[in-house]
């Protein structure tokens, strides 16, 4: 949530800045500002709405600087305005701060620094932030860098963030805790972001910020140093990011883009794992904890949303293929109770950003009870990636759509594939079976493209249901989880009420919503209970409720009884996810654009939740 975009260098840094806001507007996208430093002068300017209200805003103003930092975001405290968007002055509007994360005790803090005479415009905790670090630098006479420092100290909560001053106009003070930060070192300038995308155009080198770190670019260098004051050697790596996958390249969203990337995107998760030649699985993370997997009593998988998803696809999977217990929770619930964990617990933590922070904050409770932490994450070198003890990347590429497609197909392969590797090393899987499962993975990439023909199908029968306002999505087995996905998928986007659904469990209650308005999706591919979703397809219909099916080709029976039916490929019951949700993904896209909402930056939401 919220995006934070910073350049100190020898070129124009508003250009580097806007460039870098819009690439970072997934994060959050009810405000935007940028401050400036132009001859010893502060600037700040802000302006409620997208990045581009604030270009208007600022088109007429003298934005030369080589110093400045700018801030999209997502509404914590306080509405969105023109007053809560960051940046935020100081009271005497020497130091400026950009933040994403929240400060949880700033209510305390605001009335201490209000006794002390600051003053505050906005109800962010943000704006408190800004007056401690100012109160310190007044009561204990400290360059800038100390008062950050000693302000860290004080707060508590999450927080990336990026502090200038008009005392020191050729500097940038930057720090973490809990929020992601990238520093890109180019040849002579520097570049501060919540993630490397504005980043990657100007310079592949770059340094991840770590919790508790402060950095200081200044004198043309950067320093790290920990909150003890402790110098850090930063740690450079090399970005492996291709301008092309951050751009939409043809497609009029980056929602549609990333749907029909999953063929490739499917591939470049098995890349190197799924080893067709060779006859064999493979998977770095897992090798060297192969005997913790051999000997775990439980998996535990904690993820949010989408990535709870694909837990739950992976708990069919781990029980099928490895025969293990599995148990799939809420971070957010998981974090909060008081959870049974034991030293042979394996907890996989599944999340595309890798900086969710209640996902977060689960992985650190079972750290603490002994377990062993999986991560499998999308984005490399992030907090979630760097709190586990293993892992595996997805390999989907950066994923730009608020809505998540391509990484949830992407955390299916990568967990279908563990499950595989898990259930040959556990001796639960026989080699025929295992064989059969890699030959059919291997199909998938073919099967998912097959599947992306349908889309001109699917336009169709989203015209027909665009106005309504309710949707019912039911599945069974594999296809349950792909249930609750689909109906996730349409709420999000298109803000129709959507559930998702057991399609068993219809007759314990929602079955009351049936008539001849509820549009109802059944995931109805031939497998194991196909037979008994054909019987919740006729109960449906005996109360008139308007059937959309998703069927495996071929299928007559359901054509009979479905007003539309979308015919996918046939695959094994367990890679079935793969397939049977790229219909609905593309039902939930056609519905929004129809409705004309924008699909890519919904409302309310943001690609990156970094608080609880
Ligand atoms: C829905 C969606 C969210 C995320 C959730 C977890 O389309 O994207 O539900 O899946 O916020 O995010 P990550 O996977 O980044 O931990």
Same mark, same amino acid.
């Not at 010893?40 to 030369?64: C, P, Q, R, S, W």
């Not at 299916?412 to 595989?420: I, S």
């Not at 037979?531 to 299928?555: F, H």
């Given at each position: 949530?919220?995006?934070?975009?910073?350049?100190?260098?020898?070129?124009?840094?508003?250009?580097?800045?806007?460039?870098?806001? #819009?690439?970072?507007?997934?994060?959050?996208?009810?405000?935007?500002?940028?401050?400036?430093?132009?001859?010893?002068?502060?600037?700040?300017?802000?302006?409620?709405?997208?990045?581009?209200?604030?270009?208007?805003?600022?088109?007429?103003?003298?934005?030369?600087?080589?110093?400045?930092?700018?801030?999209? %975001?997502?509404?914590?405290?306080?509405?969105?305005?023109?007053?809560?968007?960051?940046?935020?002055?100081?009271?005497?509007?020497?130091?400026?701060?950009? #933040?994403?994360?929240?400060?949880?005790?700033?209510?305390?803090?605001?009335?201490?620094?209000?006794?002390?005479? #600051?003053?505050?415009?906005?109800?962010?905790?943000?704006?408190?932030?800004?007056?401690?670090?100012?109160?310190?630098?007044?009561?204990?006479?400290?360059?800038?860098?100390?008062?950050?420092?000693?302000?860290?100290?004080?707060?508590?909560?999450?927080?990336?963030?990026?502090?200038?001053?008009?005392?020191?106009?050729?500097?940038?003070?930057?720090?973490?805790?809990?929020?992601?930060?990238?520093?890109?070192?180019?040849?002579?300038?520097?570049?501060?972001?919540?993630?490397?995308?504005? $980043?990657?155009?100007?310079?592949?080198?770059?340094?991840?910020?770590?919790?508790?770190?402060?950095?200081?670019?200044?004198?043309?260098?950067?320093?790290?140093?920990?909150?003890?004051?402790?110098?850090?050697?930063?740690?450079?790596?090399?970005?492996?990011?291709?301008?092309?996958?951050?751009?939409?390249?043809?497609?009029?969203?980056?929602?549609?883009?990333?749907?029909?990337?999953?063929?490739?995107? $499917?591939?470049?998760?098995?890349?190197? %794992?799924?080893?067709?030649?060779?006859?064999?699985?493979?998977?770095?993370?897992?090798?060297?904890?192969?005997?913790?997997?051999?000997?775990?009593?439980?998996?535990?998988?904690?993820?949010?949303?989408?990535?709870?998803?694909?837990?739950?696809?992976?708990?069919?999977?781990?029980?099928?293929?490895?025969? $293990?217990?599995?148990?799939?929770?809420?971070?957010?619930?998981?974090?909060? *109770?008081?959870?049974?964990?034991?030293? *042979?617990?394996?907890?996989?933590?599944?999340?595309?950003?890798?900086?969710?922070?209640?996902?977060?904050?689960?992985?650190?409770?079972?750290?603490?009870?002994?377990?062993?932490?999986?991560?499998?994450?999308?984005?490399?070198?992030?907090?979630?990636?760097?709190?586990?003890?293993?892992?595996?990347?997805?390999?989907?590429?950066?994923?730009?759509?608020?809505?998540?497609?391509?990484?949830?197909?992407?955390?299916?392969?990568?967990?279908?594939?563990?499950?595989?590797?898990?259930?040959?090393?556990?001796?639960?899987?026989?080699?025929?079976?295992? %064989?059969?499962?890699?030959?059919?993975?291997?199909?998938?990439?073919?099967?998912?493209?097959?599947?992306?023909?349908?889309?001109?199908?699917?336009?169709?029968?989203?015209?027909?249901?665009?106005?309504?306002?309710?949707?019912?999505?039911?599945?069974?087995?594999?296809?349950?989880?792909?249930?609750?996905?689909?109906?996730?998928?349409?709420?999000?986007?298109?803000?129709?009420?959507?559930?998702?659904?057991?399609?068993?469990?219809?007759?314990?209650?929602?079955?009351?919503?049936?008539?001849?308005?509820?549009?109802?999706?059944?995931?109805?591919? %031939?497998?194991?209970?196909?037979?008994?979703?054909?019987?919740? $397809?006729?109960?449906?219909?005996?109360?008139?409720?308007?059937?959309?099916?998703?069927?495996?080709?071929?299928?007559?029976?359901? *054509?009979?009884?479905?007003?539309?039916?979308?015919?996918?490929?046939?695959?094994?019951?367990?890679?079935?996810?793969?397939?049977?949700?790229?219909?609905?993904?593309?039902?939930?896209?056609?519905?929004?654009?129809?409705?004309?909402?924008?699909?890519?930056?919904?409302?309310?939401?943001?690609?990156?939740?970094?608080?609880?």
């Amino acid at each position: 949530m919220c995006g934070i975009v910073a350049y100190l260098g020898y070129r124009q840094a508003c250009p580097i800045i806007l460039k870098g806001l #819009h690439r970072l507007e997934y994060r959050g996208y009810d405000s935007a500002g940028v401050a400036l430093m132009n001859d010893g002068e502060l600037n700040v300017y802000k302006k409620k709405g997208k990045v581009a209200e604030l270009e208007n805003f600022i088109a007429e103003k003298d934005t030369h600087a080589r110093v400045g930092m700018g801030h999209t %975001r997502w509404a914590t405290h306080g509405e969105p305005n023109d007053t809560n968007a960051h940046p935020h002055y100081s009271t005497s509007e020497r130091i400026a701060i950009i #933040h994403n994360g929240i400060i949880e005790n700033y209510a305390a803090l605001k009335t201490h620094l209000q006794q002390q005479g #600051h003053e505050f415009h906005s109800d962010t905790d943000t704006e408190v932030f800004v007056n401690l670090i100012e109160e310190i630098q007044q009561h204990n006479h400290c360059n800038l860098e100390e008062a950050v420092r000693l302000a860290l100290h004080e707060v508590v909560g999450a927080y990336a963030i990026v502090v200038m001053s008009r005392d020191a106009p050729n500097q940038l003070i930057a720090a973490r805790k809990g929020s992601p930060m990238v520093i890109g070192i180019g040849d002579g300038e520097f570049f501060i972001a919540s993630d490397a995308t504005p $980043i990657i155009e100007y310079t592949n080198e770059v340094v991840y910020v770590n919790d508790y770190e402060i950095a200081i670019i200044r004198d043309g260098r950067l320093e790290l140093r920990s909150k003890e004051d402790v110098e850090q050697t930063p740690y450079i790596q090399k970005l492996e990011l291709e301008l092309d996958s951050i751009e939409k390249g043809g497609y009029e969203h980056f929602m549609l883009k990333e749907i029909f990337e999953q063929p490739r995107s $499917i591939m470049d998760s098995m890349r190197g %794992r799924l080893e067709m030649n060779a006859g064999h699985l493979n998977m770095g993370g897992f090798r060297a904890y192969e005997q913790k997997f051999v000997n775990a009593q439980r998996i535990i998988v904690v993820a949010c949303g989408t990535s709870w998803h694909a837990g739950l696809v992976a708990e069919y999977l781990l029980e099928d293929l490895a025969r $293990i217990p599995v148990e799939v929770e809420y971070a957010s619930e998981f974090r909060y *109770r008081n959870p049974v964990i034991t030293e *042979r617990d394996i907890v996989i933590a599944i999340s595309q950003s890798g900086e969710t922070a209640d996902t977060l904050a689960a992985i650190e409770l079972a750290k603490s009870k002994g377990a062993t932490i999986f991560g499998i994450c999308n984005v490399v070198g992030s907090s979630i990636a760097r709190a586990t003890d293993a892992g595996a990347y997805t390999h989907a590429g950066p994923e730009i759509g608020v809505a998540s497609t391509k990484a949830f197909t992407a955390q299916v392969t990568v967990l279908t594939l563990l499950a595989m590797l898990m259930g040959q090393k556990r001796g639960t899987l026989t080699d025929t079976k295992l %064989r059969e499962l890699m030959v059919e993975l291997d199909t998938i990439p073919a099967k998912v493209e097959k599947a992306l023909l349908l889309d001109d199908e699917i336009r169709a029968i989203a015209a027909t249901f665009c106005d309504v306002p309710n949707f019912l999505y039911l599945g069974r087995g594999y296809n349950f989880p792909v249930a609750l996905e689909g109906a996730l998928k349409l709420k999000e986007i298109s803000y129709i009420h959507a559930e998702g659904y057991p399609a068993a469990e219809m007759k314990h209650g929602p079955i009351a919503l049936i008539d001849e308005n509820m549009p109802v999706v059944v995931i109805a591919t %031939r497998d194991s209970s196909y037979e008994k979703v054909v019987s919740n $397809i006729q109960e449906v219909k005996a109360r008139k409720g308007r059937i959309i099916a998703v069927v495996t080709e071929g299928d007559d029976v359901i *054509r009979d009884m479905a007003e539309f039916v979308i015919e996918v490929p046939y695959t094994s019951e367990a890679l079935v996810p793969l397939v049977s949700v790229i219909p609905l993904q593309l039902l939930s896209y056609h519905i929004a654009v129809m409705r004309g909402c924008n699909v890519d930056q919904p409302r309310n939401l943001a690609k990156s939740v970094t608080v609880e």
